[in-house]
């Protein structure tokens, strides 16, 4: 399983199917000419003549027909299975799709090591750094500067997702009530006086095999408030915090991460 809250978006101030296809199965009909005659009974020799080839034209017709049905009857049961073999094929591939995260590779076509590891207390600082080598990667693909790590950002992220973890709850504001520009203050990361700032925060938790940073990232990316903080132009600094205990009501007994990013920009005036 796999959860995103709503993106909070950006603060400024100073100190976020399946596709179907729709067939439509037109029934053919041919009807046999002559299936009631309507020439009249001819008498005599020649009548009986014309009586005869009328019948044969008649049955001729009539074979015409049927063979035509049939013809038109296996073209639509092939259509049918082709249609159908066509639905199994994309289903199946967006089951693998599903499956198997996207190749992490950055746009200069390194690798972000870590990307698909399965986080735990030994490996949330390389889960950390992979998230943001991921983030980069889909910035720099739109022609966006990448995110630098802020180490004031990365300590406010880390506290509000262990904050999540041992206090039970997901949510941008915790329960005593601190926003995440208050969590980013206390840390230092504004503590320049009369300097402008913009911030932002994207969190998310995913248990097995959704829980690692390929699988978070393609999450955010598929949200749209969640994937305008993470291509933000404005934004240059970033911090990732990573909880490898899920809140106990979320968890049901599964392994996995909660996650926090926190992004923002310093405005010198």
Not at 10 to 35: E, H, Q
Not at 249 to 266: L, W
């Amino acid at each position: 399983m796999l959860v995103l809250s709503t993106a909070l978006t950006s603060l400024a101030g100073s100190s976020s199917g399946a596709t179907g296809v729709r067939r439509s199965t037109r029934a053919s009909s041919v009807k046999a000419p002559c299936a009631k005659s309507s020439t009249p009974r001819s008498r005599g020799a020649s009548g009986n003549r014309s009586n005869r080839a009328h019948a044969r034209r008649c049955a001729w017709a009539r074979h015409r027909a049927a063979v035509r049905r049939r013809r038109i009857r296996a073209a639509t049961e092939r259509a049918q299975r082709l249609a159908a073999t066509r639905r199994a094929r994309a289903n199946a591939q967006g089951q693998r799709a599903r499956r198997t995260p996207a190749p992490s590779v950055t746009a200069s076509g390194e690798a972000c090591e870590g990307a698909t590891l399965a986080p735990d207390e030994s490996n949330v600082e390389e889960v950390a750094k992979a998230t943001l080598c991921l983030i980069n990667r889909e910035r720099s693909s739109r022609g966006e500067i990448p995110l630098s790590a802020n180490p004031d950002l990365a300590h406010a992220a880390q506290g509000h997702s262990e904050a999540m973890s041992s206090g039970d709850y997901f949510d941008h504001v915790s329960p005593d009530g601190s926003t995440p520009l208050a969590r980013m203050q206390a840390a230092g990361y504004l503590a320049a006086k009369g300097a402008g700032y913009e911030v932002a925060e994207n969190i998310a938790w995913g248990s097995l095999n959704e829980a690692t940073p390929a699988a978070i990232v393609a999450a955010w990316m598929a949200s749209q408030g969640h994937r305008e903080n993470i291509l933000d132009p404005r934004f240059r600094d970033s911090g990732i915090g990573v909880s490898a205990d899920l809140p106990a009501s979320f968890a049901a007994g599964q392994q996995g991460a909660i996650y926090t990013q926190d992004f923002g920009v310093i405005l010198r005036g």
